[in-house]
């Protein structure tokens, strides 16, 4: 699975911005799409995931309220929709796919067997 990331870019606080995530997965539906970043200096953390099959959708408490993870499995793609963003929301943001996840996992990078190349994200005050 080949995952390809876009829509990154410099906004001002309190702007938008729209994350891309193709897959190239035939059976897309089925996988659970995250979406993580890596700000300078840290280590990566869980931003939102989306469970497959119709499943739910997870956000870290960070973003929840400003971000909107969805999907269109007829394009075999996912996005992140990001509003309010804050300086802080300054990263490298990633997305992950895998279609063994349990519910319980669904935070953890590690678990999580394809990853795109990342786009970045700044946010300036």
């Known amino acids: 699975v080949q995952l390809q990331a876009s829509g990154g870019g410099l906004v001002q606080a309190g702007g938008s911005l729209r994350l891309s995530c193709a897959a190239s997965a035939r059976t897309f539906r089925t996988f659970t799409m995250g979406w993580f970043r890596q700000a300078p200096g840290k280590g990566r953390e869980f931003v939102a995931a989306s469970k497959g099959n119709g499943g739910s959708t997870y956000y870290a408490d960070s973003v929840k309220g400003r971000f909107t993870i969805s999907r269109d499995n007829a394009k075999s793609t996912v996005y992140l929709q990001m509003n309010d963003l804050k300086p802080e929301d300054t990263a490298v943001y990633y997305c992950?796919?895998?279609?063994?996840?349990?519910?319980?996992?669904?935070?953890?990078?590690?678990?999580?067997?394809?990853w795109g190349q990342g786009t970045l994200v700044t946010v300036s005050s």
């Open positions: 992950a796919a895998d279609n063994r996840l349990i519910t319980s996992s669904i935070r953890d990078d590690e678990q999580y067997d394809y």
